[in-house]
């Protein structure tokens, strides 16, 4: 029974662990993202009155603040800004720092017809990585031994139970 209230024990730590890394600041971009182009970002889970500064990041490229961004006194923001036209189309980070912090993915699509030609981009020399944060593997991780943990709990409870015998 011990073995049942310790998996049990891991596996409620797992989940508030896996809760935390998914709760507080977050930060989101709406409609799509071409260069010279507008990008609408909305954050929330800011120290409030905060001033967070704005960027696309990608690896191998350095950072490209694309802006300044003041937070109200709930610590949300809802801004337009205008991504420069040297950004090349891809698959970027786009991170939101002030006192806290937060990312999330975007895609830089080809620019609008009309619009700054962007040469392609060169492939990098090394392999790109879509690699997840840290906090979000650890978490999973720690789930995932909670639930193994629970398992072997379980079996083990099973084999022994004594079992009823037929009369």
């Not at 977050?26 to 009155?49: D, H, L, M, T």
């Amino acid at each position: 029974m011990r073995a049942v209230a310790l998996a049990f024990a891991v596996l409620l730590a797992s989940l508030s662990v896996s809760a935390l890394a998914h709760e507080g600041t977050e930060v989101s971009v709406r409609g799509e993202v071409r260069p010279n182009g507008p990008i609408e970002i909305i954050g929330e889970g800011f120290e409030a009155n905060d001033h967070v500064r704005i960027e696309l990041r990608k690896e191998g490229v350095e950072p490209i603040e694309i802006g300044r961004v003041p937070a109200d006194a709930e610590g949300a923001f809802a801004e337009t800004l205008h991504v420069p036209a040297a950004v090349r189309p891809g698959l970027y980070q786009l991170a939101a720092e002030g006192e806290e912090s937060a990312t999330t993915d975007v895609t830089v699509l080809e620019p609008a017809e009309g619009g700054a030609a962007v040469e392609p981009e060169p492939s990098p020399a090394e392999p790109v990585s879509n690699d997840r944060p840290a906090p979000e593997v650890i978490g999973l991780a720690v789930f995932t031994a909670g639930i193994a943990v629970l398992a072997v709990g379980l079996l083990w409870i099973s084999k022994t139970r004594p079992h009823a015998t037929s009369a």
